[in-house]
C-alpha cells in the first residue's frame, strides 16, 4: 500500500495542485491506515469496506474529533478513487461508507471575559511577544485559520482600509475586515519587533520567528497553548478556538449567517450553521436557569 501511497501523494501534488497542508494531511491519514492493515495481515487489493468501518471505529475509541474522522474517511475516500482511475483495483470500498455527520459536536467557544485574559496574556516588550500579542488579536479579529495566519504576507494586511487578504482551502482568496484593536496590534509589531526578528532576512511573510523565518503551524499552536496555561484558561484550546470564538460572538451580537460564512471563507453555508447551534444551546442555558419552569 505504501508504494501506492506515494504515487497518489505525488499525483496530489502535481496533477490536481493541491495545496501542501491538505497533501501532508492526507499522507498523515493514509500512513495511518497503512499501519492498521498491515497489522491485520492484509494488501490493497482485499481491504473491504468492513475493514475501513472497523478502521473508523478505531478511531472513534481513541477520543478523535467528529472531524477528525470524517477528514481521515475523506483521505481513504479519495485515495480509493485514484487507485479505481488507475486500475490498480476495480472496486471502492470506501464509497458507500457515510461521512460522521460534523454538526453533531459542538465546538468549544471562549466567553468574552476569557478572550480578554487570553488576548492579555502576552504582556511584555520582547519582539517575540509583541509578535505573540498582534497574532492572537489578529485571529480573534478575522477568524483566520492557522495556516492562513502563518501563509499570511506582509502585504496582504491593508492597515490603511483595515481589511487583511488571506487565501483559504482551495486556494481560494477572501477579505476580511480588521477591527481596531487588531489594526494597533499588528502596527506596534511591525515597527517595533518584526525589524529585529527578521534582521538582514528577506522573508515576506507577515509574522516570522525569531531566526527571521517564516512561523511553523507547530509555533503557533504552542504558542497559543501556552497562553492559555498562563491566563488559567481550563478549557481544550486550540488555534481553532479563536475561530470558533470569532464566529460565535459576531452571531451572537446580530450579524448575518452569509456574512460570517464569507469571513470564514466557507464554502457552504452549512458549514457555518454550526455556529448557530453554539447560540442556540446559550439560548437553552439561559432559558433553563432564569425561567420558572426551565
Known amino acids: 500500500m505504501d508504494k501506492w501511497i506515494i504515487q497518489f501523494i505525488y499525483f496530489m501534488e502535481v496533477e490536481r495542485g493541491v495545496s501542501p497542508n491538505t497533501t501532508e494531511s492526507y499522507q498523515r491519514d493514509l500512513k495511518k491506515f497503512s499501519e492498521y492493515i498491515k497489522k491485520k495481515k492484509k494488501d490493497i487489493f482485499a481491504v473491504s469496506r468492513e475493514d475501513i468501518t472497523n478502521f473508523m471505529m478505531q478511531l472513534k475509541d481513541q477520543n478523535l474529533s467528529v472531524s477528525s474522522i470524517s477528514r481521515n474517511l475523506a483521505a481513504i475516500k479519495t485515495f480509493w478513487k485514484f487507485l479505481v482511475s488507475e486500475q490498480a483495483v476495480k472496486d471502492n470500498p470506501a464509497s458507500l461508507i457515510e461521512t460522521p455527520r460534523a454538526w453533531q459536536t459542538v465546538p468549544d467557544v471562549l466567553n468574552l471575559e476569557e478572550v480578554e485574559r487570553l488576548l492579555n496574556a502576552p504582556d511584555k516588550r520582547k519582539p517575540d511577544i ?3 500579542k498582534a ?15 502563518t501563509d499570511l504576507k506582509k502585504n496582504g494586511a491593508n492597515l490603511e482600509t483595515g481589511f487583511v487578504r488571506c487565501f483559504g482551502k482551495g486556494g481560494k482568496e477572501r477579505i476580511v475586515p480588521l477591527g481596531k484593536m487588531a489594526i494597533k496590534a499588528i502596527v506596534r509589531y511591525l515597527e517595533n519587533a518584526r525589524p529585529k526578528l527578521i534582521g538582514s532576512g528577506t522573508d515576506d511573510h507577515l509574522f516570522v520567528s525569531r531566526l527571521g523565518k517564516k512561523l511553523s503551524r507547530q509555533s503557533l ?35 448575518e449567517l452569509i456574512g460570517v460564512q464569507e469571513m470564514l471563507g466557507h464554502a457552504n453555508i452549512s458549514t457555518t450553521q454550526i455556529y448557530t447551534h453554539v447560540s442556540k444551546d446559550k439560548l437553552r442555558k439561559i432559558h433553563k436557569k432564569f425561567h420558572p419552569r426551565g
Not at 497574532?135 to 483566520?144: D, F, K, Q, R, V
Open 130 to 132: 509583541i509578535r505573540d
Open 135 to 149: 497574532i492572537l488579536e489578529l485571529m480573534y479579529a478575522t477568524g483566520l485559520r492557522v495556516s492562513e495566519v
Open 221 to 255: 499552536w504552542k504558542m497559543i497553548k501556552k497562553y492559555a496555561l498562563k491566563c488559567g484558561i481550563k478549557k481544550h484550546i486550540t488555534p481553532h478556538t479563536l475561530r470558533h470564538s470569532f464566529a460565535t460572538h459576531l452571531l451572537d451580537g446580530g450579524a
